[in-house]
């Protein structure tokens, strides 16, 4: 928990950062500089959200997946009922005599 709150603020320095560089160097507009510091604040965020998500459902995980695997299908082997094959062998040694 804490790697993950230390990496995300270092993301946000170097967002910042990288902000600072764009407001001296003035390659884009301030407005513009503004609007992509925001965007990668946001994407910063949302990625921390869905992984805080995924962290905490991961106990969940492993039983919704025993629950999937329940639901789906088993795969029978397909045999003809005996009855019908019996009477399969009578018509083939009748047809036969």
């Known amino acids: 928990m804490r790697?993950?709150?230390?990496?995300?603020a270092i993301l946000v320095v170097i967002a910042?950062?990288?902000?600072?560089?764009?407001?001296?160097?003035?390659?884009?507009?301030?407005?513009?500089?503004?609007?992509l510091w925001l965007l990668l604040l946001a994407a910063i965020v949302l990625a921390e959200l869905v992984q805080a998500a995924r962290a905490a459902d991961a106990p969940n995980a492993r039983r919704a997946a025993r629950f999937e695997a329940a639901l789906r299908p088993?795969?029978?082997?397909?045999?003809?009922?005996?009855?019908?094959?019996?009477?399969?062998?009578?018509?083939?040694?009748?047809?036969?005599?």
């Open 74 to 97: 088993q795969r029978r082997a397909q045999r003809r009922p005996a009855e019908l094959e019996r009477m399969e062998r009578e018509l083939v040694l009748g047809a036969g005599s």
């Open 3 to 8: 790697a993950r709150r230390r990496r995300a």
């Open 16 to 35: 910042t950062a990288l902000l600072a560089v764009l407001l001296v160097l003035r390659p884009l507009p301030a407005a513009r500089s503004f609007a």
